[in-house]
């Protein structure tokens, strides 16, 4: 297994100051979601900046001035039809100048420089990366074939700024995978001269759970959506109901559980040791614990028959 190369590789850059000051945000927000109510004073701009959709139906009483801010949740398929786009092109960019060996454009090789990208030989993987980048657009891409022709949404809402928040972050996650190409100069560095000779074990093990998590989360997406049709698949309503199967008989939000898996393969497919990418992933396991914690509050305060067994996001433990 390739080690890091350099000194500035194991420097805290930009990037990496920007994704450990996210998970150190949402791990905050988490643990004051933990506390007993009455023990701190209550904020609705606050509770209604974090909680989406029906989690905001359990929220304190939402003042006139929040609702200004409202944004459908369907327009999370904004989120990965950018995504498609941005990734999708990095993805072509990094797949041409592997396969030619022709240079990064200018402009996206000094924004590279400037969220802190390691200039270095070796260390890293190119295959890693390609795969990693390749993940993601896949990912994004069935997220919008959900969103799509999957999801049954109802009038559920989001704030505005977590609307942007979700812009941002598919292109700022895409140029992190990217900045994890080894580089020189302009150029991606190849081992060999040939990418497939650096195939790896984790490679396929990455690739196997990416399959896994994700064909678990779109099982959930369609037990979520069947909760809303009929026998012959016609939408009747868009009330909620308490689902069952699959992961969901372990935990309230296993589409959660699936979107940390999903970041974990690709964590085991930079080979266990990327530093920037386990910052990405530590964000994703407190953002989605707090999304599945404000969930399962919900599930438990909307039916008394919610099954008591069922932890919010990981089985058997929280």
């Known amino acids: 297994m390739a080690t890091w190369a350099g ?36 904020c609705a701009f606050f509770q209604d900046l974090i909680r989406y959709g029906k989690t905001k139906e359990g929220a304190p009483p939402r003042p006139a001035a929040c609702r200004a801010f ?9 989120f990965y039809i950018i995504s498609v786009l941005w990734n999708g092109f990095l993805l072509w960019s990094l797949t041409h100048s592997v396969v030619t060996g022709a240079p990064f454009p200018n402009w996206l090789h000094g924004l590279l420089r400037i969220l802190g990208t390691a200039q270095f030989r070796g260390g890293e ?32 809402v989001i704030h505005i700024v977590q609307y942007w928040f979700g812009l941002v972050y598919y ?9 994890q190409v080894p580089m020189d100069g302009r150029n991606v560095y190849v081992i060999g001269k040939n990418l497939l000779m650096q195939a790896r074990w984790f490679h396929i093990l990455g690739m196997m ?7 678990h ?33 372990y935990v309230s939000s296993p589409n959660y559980l699936a979107e940390l898996m999903i970041y974990i393969s690709m964590a085991v497919t930079f080979g266990f040791y990327n530093l920037t990418w386990w910052l990405v992933v530590t964000y994703v396991f407190f953002s989605q614990a707090l999304s599945a914690f404000l969930s399962h509050k919900f599930y438990k305060s909307k ?16």
Not at 218 to 224: A, S
Not at 305 to 313: D, G, I, L, M, V
């Open 7 to 42: 000194t500035e590789v194991s420097a805290l850059n930009p990037l990496r100051a920007l994704w450990l000051t996210l998970a150190a945000t949402f791990l905050l927000t988490l643990l004051l979601q933990l506390v007993p109510a009455g023990l701190l004073p209550g």
């Open 70 to 78: 409202d944004v459908p949740k369907r327009y999370f398929s904004h």
């Open 125 to 156: 993987l190119a295959l890693s990366a390609l795969l990693v980048l390749a993940f993601l657009w896949l990912h994004s891409l069935r997220r919008l074939f959900e969103c799509l022709f999957v999801s049954v949404f109802s009038n559920a």
């Open 171 to 179: 292109i700022l996650v895409g140029l992190t995978v990217l900045s």
């Open 209 to 215: 759970m990416f399959i896994w998590s994700s064909a």
């Open 217 to 249: 989360q779109y099982k959930c997406h369609v037990i979520l959506s069947n909760l809303r049709k009929n026998k012959a698949g016609v939408v009747i309503h868009c009330n909620h109901r308490i689902p069952f199967g699959d992961w969901f008989e």
């Open 303 to 318: 039916f008394i028959s919610y099954p008591k067994h069922r932890k919010a996001f990981l089985p058997f433990l929280f």
